[in-house]
T-cell receptor, first 113, second 117 residues
Framework: AQKVTQAQTEISVVEKEDVTLDCVYETRDTTYYLFWYKQPPSGELVFLIRRNSFDEQNEISGRYSWNFQKSTSSFNFTITASQVVDSAVYFCALLNRDDKIIFGKGTRLHILP | GAVVSQHPSWVICKSGTSVKIECRSLDFQATTMFWYRQFPKQSLMLMATSNEGSKATYEQGVEKDKFLINHASLTLSTLTVTSAHPEDSSFYIC?????????????FGPGTRLTVT
């Protein structure tokens, strides 16, 4: 089965706190791609990162970082020193060999001032 | 580069009427376009995949006679919701993949919010 699970439906943190969004995936494929997207209230999907299955290096981009661990089939996303502008719904997604993107159910993140 | 537009950005129509949504790749040619539907506070669900010049492939449970997809050129795909009903109210998002691009490079449009009254 091809599946993406984001167990955290909603998270609220106070501004400047760090927050980690969890993502666990299932796939039969050995070659696949994982993504994170941000969806602000406007609705437009904002691409954050793509990882292929052969690249387990963690990535850091400013306040954002990603931890990809094939051993646990996880691709977690951490925001450091969160800001109110980070409030959005975040989707983890998997591209399978059928070229279809499978989205998780999303985590709604509230950053409180 | 790699911009995808959708038109209209929002539309309100009466029950029983049809509405057409356009998805355009502005600065690249897209052999494949995807249509997603997102109900409030839910995830994106793939409705169909369309390849230029051929019939769309619909996901299980999506009525092909209700959601007509046309991908007549390398820069335009349209989704027509026929005989719309209030339960079709949703956020419709398209994505496009370039002619020479790898499978993982899909670019998303800004979405179209449809309200059926």
């Amino acid at each position: 089965a091809q599946k993406v699970t984001q167990a955290q439906t909603e998270i609220s943190v106070v501004e400047k706190e760090d927050v980690t969004l969890d993502c666990v995936y299932e796939t039969r494929d050995t070659t696949y791609y994982l993504f994170w997207y941000k969806q602000p209230p406007s609705g437009e999907l904002v691409f954050l990162i793509r990882r292929n299955s052969f690249d387990e290096q963690n990535e850091i981009s400013g306040r954002y970082s990603w931890n990809f661990q094939k051993s646990t089939s996880s691709f977690n996303f951490t925001i450091t020193a969160s800001q109110v502008v980070d409030s959005a719904v975040y989707f983890c997604a998997l591209l399978n060999r059928d070229d279809k993107i499978i989205f998780g159910k999303g985590t709604r993140l509230h950053i409180l001032p | 580069g790699a911009v995808v537009s959708q038109h209209p950005s929002w539309v309100i129509c009466k029950s029983g009427t049809s509405v057409k949504i356009e998805c355009r790749s502005l600065d690249f040619q897209a052999t494949t376009m995807f249509w997603y539907r997102q109900f409030p506070k839910q995830s994106l669900m793939l409705m169909a995949t369309s390849n230029e010049g051929s019939k769309a492939t619909y996901e299980q449970g999506v009525e092909k006679d209700k959601f007509l997809i046309n991908h007549a050129s390398l820069t335009l795909s349209t989704l027509t919701v026929t005989s719309a009903h209030p339960e079709d109210s949703s956020f419709y998002i398209c994505s496009a993949r370039g002619v020479a691009g790898p499978a993982y490079e899909q670019y998303f449009g800004p979405g179209t919010r449809l309200t059926v009254t």
